[in-house]
């Protein structure tokens, strides 16, 4: 795709040059994860059945982690579409659009960028929930196939939610737009998942929910090979059938905002 | 040779608004062509049209023979636009964001950076180039855009509004580049502008559009002659006043004439005059004044569109919206 490599370059500078991005990006995950470690906490009270809530986690976090990298993707994701909005409206989409760049390679620039962006960010996650005290405790047969499943699954994962929210800014010229959408779905995409409880604690009804959530598939995969590394039989196929749900979802995504980008974008 | 036709091109914004309606301009190769209107007449929606940033309602255009809707990605390679707006990236530096652009056009690294030093020599950005865009005056700024319509020595050139917001010094600089450019790259080059006196110095042929409609097309010359002399202008104390002097001046026959005011075109103003205003005072009657314009674009386009160029007024708009712009980035 011809474009993409120098507006994705751009893109990238654009983010480390930008200290208050840069460093609220950074901090972010460390928030996130003393925050969401503690505040949700369901654990407390429940004494030594904890673990079994937790689905054999020694803590919360380490059940969590995988979540809060999830969620960490969505709230990220949405840069994509703000920063399409803002190339129309400082006319910057203009020089792009008369020059024989594929218009995809404009969309799939911020794309890429984000995913970036989000990979650095939950590295810091981890980073940080291994630093805390009680934080992440990860199993002693996690194997390199762990680390590159996890990696696999938070690019899968930011793909799919940076490419759905700058498909809406194809044609949106309003900031305000993408941010009501953001605030319309990420929160309800969020709780009803299995990002931050485990389905037994949630109403039937919501598991039934969450099930199909994508958030919930990329959630339970880094959880299951965190908590337990090397997986038994019914552990793998748990992990396989929630990745080749995200593999999926992902790649139609991509093909749609693919064909949609190349004919409809407009300035 | 036509290097543009255009075909009844046309634009109909969402609510009706017929941006541009039924253009027909013929462009010649090699030559610098104006586009003059006041603003909302239509010149960069034209502009936009003809660099295949967006699509006509109907109508097409043919640019270096290739058509701008079913062969939009071949006249891409060929045009370079230098839009309305401040388009390079103030987070990257001078020389990032024409490397950029040479990239978007698969110009090699080693003939992309010669292009950029010679551009950048130009118009003397040099020691500017390692800077962040965000650090740069107005002036540099139009003039790095300016240059990051080049990188990939396109054959035509488009320019919307390239001295928009330069003072008056920067602007005759930006005159003197464009000229240069032409001159030694032989290219075609397309600018809109509402600066009559940049128009008429910069180009060979040029169109007056006003509210998406051409109102007349040719070379300066052509048209401040087609005037046919001065213009003068009366303005009267009364109605009553004015009536009986065009009665009294009746071998003068007025152009135009609004409750108190007589327009009138006149071979030269100067052997004229004392006909007008001996019998006049004859009769008594003194008018307020009297204005004399010479032919010059300013005419021309009173003459067509019947009211002036509000030159300032659109100056002071685009010139709050870029500042507004620039503060909304940071
Ligand atoms: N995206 C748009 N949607 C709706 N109307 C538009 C849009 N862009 C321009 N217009 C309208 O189309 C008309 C022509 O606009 P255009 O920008 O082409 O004028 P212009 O000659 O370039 O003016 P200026 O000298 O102010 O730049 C104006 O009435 C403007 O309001
Ligand atoms: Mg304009």
Redesign the interface.
Known sequence: M??L???T??EI??WY??PTFFIVGLLQPFFWIALFGSAFDITRGFGAAGRLILQGAPNYITFIIGGVATTTALFTGMFSGMNIIWDR????L????????HRSSIVFSKIISATIRILVQILILFIAALLIPNGLEIASSFSAFDVILIIVTVTLVSTLFSSIFSVIAIRVTRQETIMGIVNLVNLPLMFASFALFPKQLMAPWLADIAQYNPVSWSATIMRTVIINGSLNASQLSTVLNNFIALFIVTVVVIVITYVLSESEI?? | MNIIETENLTKIYKGNIRAVDNLNLQIEEGSIYGLLGPNGAGKSTTI?ML????KPTSGTARVAGLDIIKQS?EV??I?G?V?????T?E??KGI?NL???A????VPTAKARENIDRLLKLVDLQDAAKR?VGQYSGGMRKRLELI?GLVHEPKILFLDEPTLGLDVQTRSLMWDYIKNIQETKNITIILTSHYLEEVDALSDKLSIINRGKLIVSGTPAELKNNVGGDILTMSFRSAEDMNKSLEILSNFQPTKVTEKTARFKVKSSEVVLPEIIEPLKRNGIEPLRYQVDKPSLDTVFMDYVGRALPEEEGEGDSRKMMMN?RR??R
Request: aromatic content about 6%; hydrophobic content about 40%; cysteine-free.
């Open positions: 011809s474009g490599l120098p507006l370059s751009r500078k654009k040059r930008n409206r400082l006319g910057t203009g020089r792009f659009l008369s020059s024989p760049i407009r300035q | 936009k660099t295949t940033v967006i990605m891409r390679r045009i636009l839009p309305q707006d401040l388009t990236d987070d990257l990032e490397m950029m652009v990239k978007f056009y698969d962040l990051a712009l909304l980035r």
